[in-house]
């Protein structure tokens, strides 16, 4: 029902609105802890509440015996999961697990370590019973806190890497060397983590998830069940945003599906927000060291960045923030070296901008302080070093207007008005201090198909299992399929987020329009020529496609395309790039910082959906500003445990911390990418953007924060 509801698509000045947000603003959108099926139950975790150990006990008979109560558990009695039974190596016994094995045994691995789950008729009495088993343990020592000395152990991936001489910045005219710290931050995306599992035979499974990708998680579940994949039905229609936290099967997936088998009704999990901080990953802390060095004139002699992130003691995850230093400015002498250190808490993951995001804090913090020292304008130095190659394989960019994005933004802001000493402009009784950072993330085109079936009543149904997790996926396509056959955008109706359509990739990477807006566009051509061929040689121009139906009989005419890229993506190097300008007003008394102005122009080609593409940016505008001034997550380390794992003691920005954003765009399309002429836009609206209010509080203060969030106790210490 909610999906009649996408028919009506108000257009405006700025272009299409959103074709689901009239179901998401009226509740008719439903998500995945939504569905109500016949005879359904509700699961509640219990998680551990020590840090590193083992179970000795788990008393359960209370919570067996109260009202309502199916079952309970643990890995005491729950069914093996047969995709984690994995032979043990006795020759490399210090090879890491892998993914957390729900269930499967007696060690404590991290705080909140779920170790129990009781299931009941009602979600009340589920969490009841939960609250009656008693878990005993034999503690072990526990290490959340990173050392003080962090260079981490063997190089990630095995080797440093080094262009031209190692660490050259050292025997620069003008030279620079500082530490850099990005403190773990939470995804926290507004809709909880949930997922409904059915099982409808033995060997066969249907599940509601939240889910960036419903072919993947079905290939992941199927796979950790011994089942084939076409017996996994996954559906995830709605997301309420996820920033990256929904981009693979965590362990509360894996033990609703156990528990559905084990009571044999439908079983509703949903996570609690204490439960968001450690059941579906974080942006890991990470600590990095940046040397660099220039010419008196500001020509970069090198840059070696280093960096160490906290990681799982039984999984590696690397988000590779060294990445943005190798291939940002031209630079013949980049040094890189990164490591990761095994702590005792859950498995960080991929969080919007991964690694290029908390890379670029560090760079461009550190080439902002470079300028002073040069005494330079900021975008000066950036035009200076300005890389109109890939620094990295010499590859011409198969579009760069990055140039021209540094200028349009800086007019927007006001740059002009910005003062070289930091702390020499006021207003009211504020400092005011003007910031910049640029950013860039590869723009990527991956495999993707698509349906297309036209109908004799004149409406046209897209159909591909990509999942949307806010930016706007089905508007864009359907903005793209109006265009290329000429209809109004309200005879389309565009199907996604279930795993029995065509395939599509995650939504991550900022790469679904370029992936799935080139097969919508594929299939369109395809569906003209389809057309063209029904006519015969009396075709025209100008196709009636009802009349062409209606003349030979037909109720429909179906296509399915796939797209993928061609020898373009190889022959060049494709990136989308950002800048992110700022105004800050900073209280010199209390060092309260107020974002008085935003200015973000983004170079990510044609923009398909005006109104959604600043949306995007906007939201990542948003975003950064949180890493910058308040996102931070908090552990007791003599407990291992959070203390701010909640929405009220985990600060992000609310409406009265953020200014009118402006959202400015290049917009020349790419001419190689794909043949709609765009590229990825969410990753780089926030890239760059901490380091831009960071640049912008040294500008208003004299002081530079280098350990993430900013806060007043940093500024008038």
Known sequence: MEMDLMKTIPTSADGMSRVDGRAKVTGAAKYSAEHKLPGMVYAVLVMSTITKGTIASIESKAAEKAPGVLAVLSHLNAPKVPGHQKAKNPAKPEVKS???????????????????????DTFERAQYGASLVKVTYDKEAHQTKPPAELKGKAPWGGKDDIRGTEDAWQSAPVKLEAEYIIPTEVHNPMELHAIIARWDAPDKLTVWDKTQGAIATRDDIAKAFNLKKEDVQVNSKFVGGAFGSALQVWPHEIAAVLGAKVVKHPVKLVLTRPDMFTSVGYRPYTWQKIGIGATADGKLVGITHEATGQTSTYEDFAEGPIGTSKGLYECPNVTTRYRLISLDVNTPTWMRGPGEATGAFALESALDELSYQLKMDPIDLRMKNYAKVDPENKKEYSSKYLDEAYQMGAKQIGWSVRKAEPGTLKENGWLVGYGMAGGM??????????????????????????????????TAAVSIAAEQLGIAPEKIKFEMGDSSLPYAPMQGGSSITSTVGSAVHDACVVMKEKFQQLMGNGGTDKLNYVKILNDKNLPSLEVLT???????????????????????????????????????????????SPKTARSQIVGGAIGGIGMALMEEGVIDHRYGRYVNNNLADYHVPVNADIPQIDAIFVNKPDPYINPIGAKGMGEIALIGMSAAVANAVYNATGKRVRDLPITPDKLIG
């Open 441 to 474: 993330f590869g723009a990527y085109r991956d495999t993707a198909t698509v349906r297309a079936i036209f109908n004799a009543d004149g409406t046209l149904v897209l159909q591909t299992a990509v999942s949307d997790i806010g930016p706007g996926t089905g």
């Open 562 to 608: 796939k797209s993928q890229g061609g020898p373009n993506n190889q022959k060049y190097s494709m990136q989308s790039w950002s800048v992110h300008f700022v105004r800050v007003l900073v209280h010199p008394a209390t060092g309260v910082v107020k974002i008085n102005k935003v200015a973000c122009v983004a170079d990510s080609g044609h923009i398909v």
């Open 98 to 120: 892998g993914p957390l094995r729900v269930f499967n045994d007696n060690k404590i691995l991290y705080n909140g370590h779920p170790v129990a789950m009781v299931v009941a």
